[in-house]
C-alpha cells in the first residue's frame, strides 16, 4: 500500500470540497476529473472488482470503475447474455484487457482473487448478494435501495460488522463537493433551526402494458435472476427495467428514487427513525400491471423536532422549484435548495436568494443512467479509501439502511393504509400486526438469505 498517494489523492478531494467553500459562487474546481485522480493515484496493486447486474447502472459503473486506475474490473456478471457481452466488450476496448465474465455470479465469489463486489441488480436481490459476497469475504459496493425489505436491511448491518469489509451504499450524492458542502451549511445553521424539509421526484414513465405468459428467452436464466424470490412464471414485460413496479421484486418510485432525497433530508437535519409514518398515493396514469404507486405523498414525523415529505411522480413530469429532483430545507431563518445535481441555493426568509452554488463538473444529459459519471467517481474513490486505507465511507451501510427504511416505512403505510408509529430508536413498527408483516418477505425455500 503506498500510503502517500492515497494521502495526496484524500488531500485533494478534501481540497477540491473546501474550493467549492471558498469559490461560493464558483463550485468545484474546473479541473477535476476522473483522469486527474488517475494521475494522482499512482501504482498501487489494483482493487479487483467483479460487477454484477450490468445492463444499465451497472454498465455504467463498470466503465466508471474501469476509468480509476486503482481499480480493475476483472470480472463481469449478468443472468443475461447479452449484456454480458455488451460490457465485457466496453470494458474490453476501455482497458485492452478482456475481463472474466459469468452468468452465475457466485463463481465470482469463489475466486480469490476478486477483492471487491459491485451490485447493481434489481432490489429483491440487493442484500442477498451483499452477504453472499460479505461471507465470501469480500468487500461490496452495493446500489441502493440496500435492501428489498427492512429485516434484510438489518441483516445487512449485522453482516458487515461480523465480517469486517467495506460496505458502501450506492446513493453518490453523498460523495459531491457541493451537495456536502450544502448539508454543512444546514447543519452549521446558516438557515437557523430547520423544522422540515421536503423531497420530491418527477418523470414521464410510460405504461408497462399487460404482460404475457412466454417461453424464458436463450439468453436469460430466469430461475437465477428470481433467486431469493418466489417463483413466478416468465412474463414478457418484467425484464428489464419494469421489475421496478412490482412489490416481488420491486420497491416503487419511493425506493428507485426517493431514497436519494430523503437520504439528503435526513443526513442534513441529523434525523435517523421516525415516530410517525403515513403514506398515500396509488397507480392512477394507467391500468396495466404496474402494482406499485405512479403517485405518493410520504410523511414522517420524528416526535416534536422535525417533519419531512417526499413526493413521487412517475408519470407527471412537471418540475418542481424547477428540477425533476430535489429536496429544500426549510429553517427558521432561510431555505436551502439542493437540484438533485451538485449545486444548491439558500434564500432569506423573504425568498430572496442569498447565495448560489453551481455545478461546474460536465454532466451529460444524453446518458440516462450515468449523467454525472465524473462526479460518481469520487464516490468510487471513497470506496477505494475506504479498502485501502480504512478512510471513513461517506455512505455507510447504516446510513444507507436508514434512508431505504424510511421508504420502506412509507410503502408499507401505503399497502396497508394506515399510519405507522415507529420506534424512534430501531424504526420498528410498534403495534399494527399487518403493517408488521411487511417487515420481511417470502422466500423461495433454499434461497433464503443467512448472515
Ligand atoms: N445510484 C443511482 O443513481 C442509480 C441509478 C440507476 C439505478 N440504480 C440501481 O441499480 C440497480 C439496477 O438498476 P437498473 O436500472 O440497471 O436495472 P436493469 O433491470 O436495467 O438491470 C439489472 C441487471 O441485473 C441483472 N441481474 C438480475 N439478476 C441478476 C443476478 N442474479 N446476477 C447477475 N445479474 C443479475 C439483469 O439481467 C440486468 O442486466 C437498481 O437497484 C437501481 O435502484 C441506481
Known amino acids: 500500500m503506498n500510503t502517500t498517494t492515497n494521502t495526496t489523492r484524500r488531500d485533494f478531494i478534501k481540497t477540491t470540497s473546501m474550493g467549492a467553500v471558498t469559490l461560493g459562487l464558483g463550485g468545484i474546481l474546473p479541473q477535476f476529473s476522473a483522469a486527474s485522480y488517475g494521475q494522482i493515484a499512482g501504482a498501487n496493486k489494483r482493487v479487483r472488482v467483479a460487477v454484477i447486474g450490468v445492463n444499465s447502472r451497472g454498465g455504467a459503473l463498470a466503465s466508471n470503475f474501469a476509468n480509476q486506475?486503482?481499480?480493475?474490473?476483472?470480472?463481469?456478471?449478468d443472468v443475461d447474455t447479452r449484456a454480458i457481452a455488451k460490457c465485457a466488450k466496453t470494458i474490453g476496448a476501455k482497458t485492452k484487457k478482456t475481463p472474466e465474465t459469468h452468468q452465475d455470479f457466485r463463481r465470482a465469489l469463489e475466486d480469490k482473487d476478486i477483492d471487491a463486489i459491485v451490485i447493481a441488480t434489481p432490489d429483491h436481490w440487493h442484500t442477498p448478494a451483499a452477504l453472499l459476497a460479505l461471507q465470501a469475504g469480500k468487500h461490496v459496493y452495493l446500489e441502493k435501495p440496500v435492501s428489498h425489505n427492512p429485516h434484510e436491511g438489518e441483516m445487512l448491518i449485522e453482516a458487515?460488522?461480523?465480517?469486517?469489509?467495506?460496505?458502501?451504499?450506492?446513493?453518490?450524492?453523498?460523495s459531491w463537493p457541493n451537495v456536502v458542502e450544502a448539508i454543512r451549511q444546514v447543519q452549521s445553521g446558516v438557515i437557523g433551526k430547520v423544522h422540515f424539509g421536503k423531497g420530491w421526484y418527477a418523470n414521464n414513465r410510460p405504461s408497462i402494458g399487460r404482460g404475457r405468459v412466454a417461453a424464458v428467452p436463450g439468453w436469460l436464466d430466469w430461475n437465477l435472476w428470481q433467486g431469493p424470490a418466489p417463483r413466478t412464471a416468465f412474463r414478457d414485460n418484467i425484464i428489464h427495467y419494469n421489475w421496478h413496479w412490482f412489490w416481488h421484486w420491486g420497491t416503487a418510485e419511493s425506493l428507485n428514487n426517493g431514497t436519494h432525497m430523503i437520504d439528503l433530508l435526513c443526513w442534513g437535519m441529523n434525523l435517523k427513525y421516525p415516530t410517525k409514518v403515513s403514506s398515500l398515493g396509488g397507480r392512477y396514469y394507467y391500468q396495466d400491471d404496474w402494482e406499485t404507486p405512479d403517485t405518493q405523498i410520504a410523511t414522517f414525523t420524528f416526535g416534536?423536532?422535525?417533519t419531512l415529505t417526499w413526493e413521487g411522480h412517475s408519470c407527471n413530469p412537471k418540475p418542481i422549484e424547477g428540477s425533476s429532483a430535489g429536496v429544500i430545507f426549510y429553517g427558521d431563518a432561510g431555505s436551502l435548495y439542493i437540484s438533485g445535481g451538485n449545486d444548491?441555493?439558500?434564500?432569506?426568509p423573504k425568498g430572496k436568494v442569498?447565495?448560489?452554488?453551481?455545478?461546474?463538473?460536465?454532466?451529460?444529459?444524453?446518458?440516462?443512467?450515468?449523467?454525472?459519471?465524473?462526479?460518481?467517481?469520487?464516490?468510487?474513490?471513497?470506496?477505494?479509501?475506504?479498502?485501502?486505507?480504512?478512510?471513513?465511507?461517506?455512505?455507510?451501510?447504516?446510513?444507507?439502511?436508514?434512508?431505504?427504511?424510511?421508504?420502506?416505512?412509507?410503502?408499507?403505510s401505503l399497502r396497508t393504509g394506515t399510519t405507522l408509529n415507529t420506534d424512534p430508536s430501531t424504526g420498528r413498527i410498534l403495534g399494527n400486526?399487518?403493517?408488521?408483516?411487511h417487515w420481511t418477505r417470502e422466500y423461495e425455500p433454499g434461497w433464503e438469505p443467512k448472515i
Request: charged share 25%; hydrophobic share 40%; proline share 4%.
Open 304 to 306: 416534536n423536532r422535525a
Open 354 to 412: 442569498i447565495k448560489q452554488v453551481k455545478n461546474e463538473v460536465a454532466i451529460d444529459p444524453t446518458n440516462t443512467v450515468s449523467p454525472a459519471q465524473k462526479l460518481d467517481a469520487i464516490h468510487i474513490l471513497n470506496f477505494l479509501d475506504g479498502i485501502r486505507d480504512g478512510a471513513p465511507l461517506n455512505m455507510t451501510v447504516e446510513a444507507g439502511h436508514q434512508c431505504t427504511l424510511l421508504m420502506q416505512l412509507a410503502n408499507i
Open 160 to 174: 458487515a460488522k461480523r465480517h469486517g469489509k467495506v460496505v458502501q451504499i450506492g446513493t453518490q450524492r453523498r
Open 69 to 77: 486506475t486503482d481499480f480493475e474490473v476483472a470480472c463481469i456478471c
Open 433 to 437: 400486526p399487518e403493517a408488521q408483516r
Open 344 to 348: 444548491y441555493k439558500i434564500y432569506d
